[in-house]
């Protein structure tokens, strides 16, 4: 059963995940292996803590002189034979991938895995013109043969098992295959090998652009991307404008970082670095290659203090794999390229029209699991109520919340028109209580009481009681202990401003 | 010196018995907390859904409660982290910015006071059950209390402390968040309670009521008999 489709609202789109036995299984035995392996190399590797904030710390630094490091990578990756494009929106940004596609009379193109394509929609571009583009990361090659989009950063088909894999791939094949991971794995490195082979362009993503010596570097498990950049006679390179970092030395922190955050590998299995074009001493490598910078509402991002830290994402996917909603739901019903909690925020973000954003920002309980997972730090769960009160501030809030809500600041303003509602729910209440509870389905109680049974007010809250609570207590006082004493006084002389524990 | 109670609107309307729990363990170590009657809620339920203008209206509560005191204690992370956040909510205004600060440096959840501050971890208790603990995502994500609840719990007699599978996973309450995407988050309560279950707890322990009024209210729904409690009402039980 297919559960894709970025129709309806992300509720309707979660109703048909939450009814997918399947997804729901796939998606959670494989984050949980992912964050299981996450946490295992993070604390054998030791202060990671200590490594999320070198990552922080080199994020900002490039992303607050962006501008700065994108030249110095252009010139350097120009110097190394390179053509370099910059594309404002995803429009111009198809248009220059076309462009070079019909200029080299491509018919087929070779892709290795890339976000920033999908968020392009680019095969679907290219097929308009003709261009056959093929998937060549086995996730996206599944994807690809289903007519889906990535679920999952990293793990495009996380939401198929392997039974429904082996029935798309038994299609491909024309023949019946074992639901065995090495007899399709064996199947699909065959029929790319031929693919790899006969294909015009090869296109990639990138993980890390290195200003300094304007290479990009990628990282993958399946030795795809490197045929992919060494088969084809040109190579185009789509890349994010904040992929940059400054030097092969910040390399290190982002490799220690990116895998053991993804997949818990302490090395990914190929780590390509590619600077330039085939040189005549070369064995192998594309003859032309292309590096497009897409912007596509990331500098939407730069100079505003609440969400400039989005472009430091590494697209690890940690924070999926953490998140108890992502757990449940799985990607397609965040329903844009980006899922789970970075998804949420950055698939709102990237758009100018904050009316246009549907209720995403909403699936979350900002349990703040995600923010724990990153690797360098992004506090999304702080950016999804941000986002929220953006919303609510432009007048796209919901109107019966946004009534509920002056209700409840009218109450809330006051003790007594609190003690006043308390007092009238006592009343009211008893129309609806059993033995204490309540389990009526009717009205604003039914979400909470399909699942549950709310309790009831009890006959004294604690403000009633708490006449009488104070005088027992202080008839029974004890005597303070000295060394309890000067323990309260040294806490409240080495207070700073500014609080003690908050992360 | 004023030690100061926040209640909490929750733990006041549904839940009296933990405040009085807190109140009369405190009371133990000669601390006399007081109680300002004009506080109501922290305001995080506008806070979180994007209306902070309402927020900002419940705060003041917190604010006007709490301006004299040098120390002010609750039974939950959560509503200490929405204390956290004043300082963010108010960043615009710099009169209210100044007390926001103020009270962020001097509110403590009541983990973090009994142990960090008063230096107890062994209030003498005697609990003889099985108990699972629920860190909740609030105080042990944001607040950052983790050792503490652990550290009491380890002190107290008979009692056997069994691992929550998952445990740091969120219950699914969130607030809002419950009434709004209520299918996913009785999917995450379901699956909470399922843990608790597979731990085989007599009883289930946790720092907010917000929480615990999630999961008991699935548990009871199933009518399991898993009993919830918050750990200062476990405290002051054992001690009783």
């Known amino acids: ?22 997804l729901r299984k796939a998606v959670r035995f494989t984050t949980e292996r992912l964050r299981n392996g996450k946490k295992k190399a993070s604390e054998d590797h030791g202060n990671w803590d200590d490594w999320r904030e070198r990552g922080r710390q080199i994020r900002l630094h490039t992303i607050a002189h962006l501008d700065y490091y994108l030249n110095i990578f252009t010139e350097n990756a120009r110097a190394n034979g390179v053509h370099v494009h910059f594309a404002d929106t995803a429009a111009d940004a198809v248009k220059v991938a076309l462009d070079i596609a019909e200029r080299k009379q491509a018919k087929t193109i070779v892709k290795s895995k890339s976000m920033v394509t999908e968020e392009l929609h680019l095969n679907h571009h290219l097929e308009k ?47 019946t295959l074992a639901p065995d991971t090495t007899v399709l794995a064996g199947f699909v490195r065959k029929k790319l090998r031929e693919k790899f082979l006969e294909a015009d362009i090869g296109m990639t993503g990138c993980n890390f652009a290195i200003a300094e010596t304007g290479s990009m570097v990628l990282f993958e498990n399946e030795g795809n991307a490197r045929m992919v950049t060494t088969v084809p006679k040109t190579q185009i390179t789509l890349m994010g404008m904040e992929r940059i970092i400054p030097s092969w030395t910040d390399l290190e922190v982002m490799a220690t970082l990116l895998p053991r955050s993804a997949t818990g590998q302490k090395l990914t299995v190929y780590m390509s670095g590619i600077t330039g074009p085939r040189r005549s001493e070369d064995g192998d490598g594309p003859e032309e290659m292309h590096i497009i910078i897409v912007d596509n509402g990331r500098s939407l991002q730069l100079g505003d203090p609440e969400f400039q830290e989005l472009l430091n994402c590494i697209r690890c996917g940690a924070c999926l794999n953490a998140c108890p909603v992502y757990r449940h739901i799985g990607g397609h019903a965040y329903g844009g390229t980006y899922s789970g909690p970075i998804g949420a925020v950055l698939t709102p973000s990237l758009q100018k029209n904050v009316g246009e954003w549907d209720d995403i920002a909403n699936a979350s309980s900002l349990c703040g699991a995600c923010y724990e997972a990153c690797p360098v730090k992004i506090p999304l769960h702080d950016m999804l109520v941000y986002l929220r009160r953006r919303k609510v501030e432009a007048g796209h809030g919901n109107k019966i919340e946004s009534i509920g809500m002056k209700g409840f600041s009218a109450v809330m303003g006051g003790s007594k028109r609190f003690r006043t509602i308390l007092n009238l729910g006592k009343l009211g209440q008893k129309l609806v209580v059993r033995n204490g509870e309540i389990r009526t389905k009717l009205g604003p109680l039914k979400g909470w009481n399909t699942y549950r049974v709310t309790p009831s007010i009890p006959k004294k809250t604690f403000r009633d009681s708490w006449g009488t609570i104070e005088e027992e207590i202080r008839n029974g006082l004890q005597e303070m202990d000295p060394a309890v004493r000067s323990r309260m006084e040294a806490a409240v002389k080495n207070r700073d401003k500014g609080g003690h524990g908050h992360g | 010196m004023k030690v100061s109670l926040f209640i909490t609107c929750m733990s006041d309307a549904i839940y009296p018995r933990v405040g009085e729990a807190m109140v009369r363990l405190l009371a133990r170590y000669g601390v006399q907390l007081d109680f300002p009657k004009v506080q109501t809620c922290c305001g995080q339920p506008a806070f979180n859904s994007g209306y902070w203008d309402d927020a900002r209206a419940t705060a003041s509560t917190i604010l006007d409660a709490f301006e ?16 956290h956040h004043y300082p963010k909510l108010f960043e615009n205004d710099p009169v209210m910015l100044e007390r926001a600060k103020e009270l962020q440096s001097k509110s403590y959840e009541f983990t973090q006071f009994l142990v960090n501050v008063l230096g107890v971890t062994d209030v003498g208790a005697s609990f003889p059950h099985k108990v699972t603990y629920h860190p909740s995502c609030h105080g042990s994500r944001l607040l ?12 107290v007699k008979g009692l056997e402390l069994v691992p929550l599978p998952f445990a740091e996973d969120c219950c699914g309450f969130g607030g809002t968040f419950a009434v709004k995407m209520a299918d996913i988050s009785g999917a995450m309560v379901t699956e909470k309670v399922d843990h608790v279950l597979e731990s085989e707890a007599e009883v289930l322990v946790g720092l907010d009521m917000a929480c615990l009024m999630n999961i008991s209210g699935n548990l009871r729904y199933r009518n399991e008999p898993v009993r919830v409690m918050h750990l200062a009402e476990l405290l002051y039980e054992g001690v009783k």
């Open chain 2, 144 to 155: 950052g209390v983790k050792d503490e609840p652990i550290a009491l719990m380890n002190h």
């Open chain 1, 1 to 22: 059963m297919s559960t894709t489709g970025t129709a309806g609202t992300v509720k309707e789109r979660a109703d048909l995940a939450l009814n997918d036995d399947f």
């Open chain 2, 68 to 83: 004299d005191s040098d120390f002010v204690i609750s039974p939950s992370g959560s509503c200490t982290g929405m204390i």
């Open chain 1, 129 to 175: 013109i003709g261009i056959e583009a093929i998937e060549t990361d086995l996730g996206e090659y599944i994807i690809q043969l289903a007519g889906e989009t990535p679920s999952h950063i990293i793990i495009p088909a996380i939401h198929k098992n392997r039974y429904q894999i082996a029935d798309l791939l038994s299609a491909d094949a024309g023949e």
